[in-house]
């Protein structure tokens, strides 16, 4: 891909000035861009209109909240006000509940927009990013769209990230190197104790950006996060959302947490009082709504155990997935899935990957997920 310079990037849409043929409502719908030939296709001549059931976007079909509903209608009266407050009070409660000084947390609208400016920041001087692939690509998208190469280490047979292979493929020049755990597309987990050891090894060499956004579908006790790291090196990020458990995609709020000095050097591209006064309140009220995470997680692996009884029945493999995605071989032409899916209702992603099409769906409700089965199982018999 062609190098841009910061400013004509920025004046062109994402993509668009590098030679995707892609739009930008259709990049914004996938925020890191088509992952295969099949969807450049799909979307170049999809028909828009019907209401469909979207399994593209790890979403959460329960959310938000009631608490968080309530918060909005709450703070609406407030909108005529920057919520520099509201910031500061957020900030305040994610520090305390991730045991860290304020000065640590970094809001943003989504943890997306931090993975961008993070890739704006760590790629403009060139050199290299490292991630396991396939991964959510958004901060590597971005580094490389500034001029740093883009390095990938394939997951293994399970499916998983390989952190061994992945602390090995650092290089002298590589200026961060990003992982997922849980991962998407691929909804795996790798054990704790690998993925610390690996951050602890990997951030003697380079930035480790611990990407953490569906952490909290795993049960709470395997809920072990890398935010500790970040007291002893400034070289790991970590970064959370609200959009998965939470259940607010659409309101955008995320945070990253890192030593001081390195949120500065993010903090270069990006607003200062980003997220909204609405995100900031309902995000403050689902902070540690552990009912509604506790009922989301229930939901979301009984809906699961639907579309994994069904591959394994029909021998597909999907590794073994925690969270609210999953992701395997395509058994026919991934552009004829997206199609024919899409006349019976129903939205997914194609990748590709080791020169064949996958398949990646996102988990809804326990119904959808039933008809979703009948349909998958019409088109691809
Ligand atoms: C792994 C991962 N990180 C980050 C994001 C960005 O989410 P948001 O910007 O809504 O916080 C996503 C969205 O799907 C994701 O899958």
């Given at each position: 891909m062609e190098n841009l310079s910061r400013?004509d990037w920025f004046?062109s849409s994402l993509g668009l000035a590098s030679g995707l043929?892609v739009?930008?409502?259709?990049v914004?719908?996938?925020m890191a861009g088509p992952a ?76 997306g927009?931090?993975l961008v400016q993070t890739g704006i920041a760590f790629g403009l001087e060139g050199g290299r990013v490292l991630s396991g692939y396939p991964t959510f690509t958004l901060l590597m998208n971005y580094a490389q769209q500034m001029s740093a190469q883009w390095d990938k280490v ?15 493929a650092?290089q002298?020049d590589t200026k961060l190197v990003f ?28 930035l480790?950006y ?59 591209f ?112």
């Amino acid at each position: 891909m062609e190098n841009l310079s910061r400013r004509d990037w920025f004046k062109s849409s994402l993509g668009l000035a590098s030679g995707l043929v892609v739009t930008t409502s259709f990049v914004n719908q996938l925020m890191a861009g088509p992952a295969s030939e099949a969807e450049r296709a799909f979307f170049a001549s999809r028909k828009m209109g019907q209401k469909k059931v979207r399994l593209n976007s790890n979403e959460n079909p329960y959310g938000p909240s009631e608490k968080a509903k309530k918060a909005v209608t709450a703070i609406l009266t407030e909108g005529n006000r920057y919520a520099f407050n509201e910031l500061d009070d957020l900030k305040k409660t994610i520090a305390a509940k991730e045991g860290v000084d304020p000065s640590y947390v970094m809001l943003g609208a989504g943890s997306g927009e931090l993975l961008v400016q993070t890739g704006i920041a760590f790629g403009l001087e060139g050199g290299r990013v490292l991630s396991g692939y396939p991964t959510f690509t958004l901060l590597m998208n971005y580094a490389q769209q500034m001029s740093a190469q883009w390095d990938k280490v394939d997951l293994n047979e399970k499916l998983e990230y390989n952190y061994d292979a992945l602390l090995s493929a650092i290089q002298s020049d590589t200026k961060l190197v990003f992982f997922c755990n849980p991962n998407n597309p691929t909804g795996t987990f790798v054990d704790t104790a690998a993925v610390k050891s690996f951050c602890e090894e990997a951030s003697k060499k380079t930035l480790v950006y611990a990407d953490e956004a569906y952490l909290e579908f795993m049960e709470p006790s395997q809920q072990k996060s890398m935010v500790a790291l970040t007291q002893s090196t400034p070289n790991i990020i970590v970064s959370k959302t609200f959009s998965k458990i939470y259940g607010l995609a659409g309101l955008r709020i995320g945070y990253i947490i890192a030593h001081p000095d390195t949120l500065k050097k993010v903090a270069k591209f990006g607003d200062t009082i980003s997220p909204s006064q609405t995100a900031l309140a309902a995000a403050k009220a689902s902070l540690g709504d552990e009912d509604f995470m506790k009922m989301t997680r229930e939901k979301n692996a009984v809906a699961r155990k639907v579309l994994t009884d069904y591959l394994a029945q029909r021998k597909m493999y999907c590794g073994d997935p925690k969270t609210n995605v999953l992701f395997f071989q395509a058994p026919k032409s991934g552009q004829e899935i997206l199609t024919q899916l899409d006349e019976k209702g129903f939205l997914i992603r194609i990748w590709d990957y080791q020169q064949k099409e996958w398949c990646r769906v996102s988990i809804g409700t326990q119904d959808e997920m039933k008809q979703f089965v009948k349909a998958f199982d019409e088109v691809v018999a």
